[in-house]
């Protein structure tokens, strides 16, 4: 047991914006109401942990896509999503989905949540948890590796610095107006 992986809040938070972002690319008539539960948990999370430029960042990410889905809900202009979110698998073990679950609970109880954040928090929690099936690992029929997931996490929101840099250079492009600069992310922790 010593050699387990925990993840921390921004990769919960990396995690929280990939879940949106795959829900939001799967719906395609319109933006699914739990998604702003999403970015309302992600935005709380990245005040009470102070978690910067990888905060901002992940916001960033999420409101662009959230556009993008509106855009493509209104009138069918589908444009291409800022990274590409099939190549990361997100099946997070118990004790990975467990620490998740903490976390927002642990947020939602600090004083500097409001009831609105509260409930975004729990749903949050509730929806992650039933898209990354914990039901199938509670029953043993999934063993996925934490270590595995928060490298893959820490290489998303690696590629989302990147892809929203070079966006805010090129801002020229209509899919990705709007969008600020947004500081190179510190080097991962070594694993």
């Not at 209104?74 to 620490?99: F, H, K, S, W, Y």
Request: glycine fraction near 6%.
């Amino acid at each position: 047991m010593n050699d387990r992986i925990y993840l921390t809040p921004t990769e919960v938070c990396t995690l929280v914006a990939h879940e949106a972002v795959v829900l939001l690319d799967a719906v395609e008539t319109e933006v699914p109401s739990c998604v702003s539960e999403f970015r309302t948990a992600l935005e709380t999370l990245n005040a009470v942990h102070h978690l910067g430029s990888d905060g901002q960042a992940l916001l960033s990410w999420l409101d662009e896509e959230i556009a993008n889905a509106e855009r493509f809900a209104a009138d069918g202009t589908n444009l291409p999503n800022l990274i590409d979110i099939c190549r990361l698998d997100t099946v997070p073990d118990v004790e990975a989905q467990m620490e998740l679950v903490w976390l927002l609970f642990d947020t939602a109880a600090t004083e500097e949540c409001g009831p609105e954040q509260r409930r975004a928090l729990v749903s949050t929690a509730r929806t992650i948890t039933e898209m990354c099936g914990l039901d199938d690992l509670l029953l043993g029929t999934l063993k996925p590796s934490a270590a595995k997931l928060a490298e893959g996490l820490n290489a998303e929101l690696a590629d989302v610095h990147a892809e929203l840099q070079a966006s805010a250079g090129a801002s020229a492009g209509p899919a990705r107006q709007g969008s600020e600069e947004v500081p190179a992310p510190p080097a991962a922790p070594a694993m």
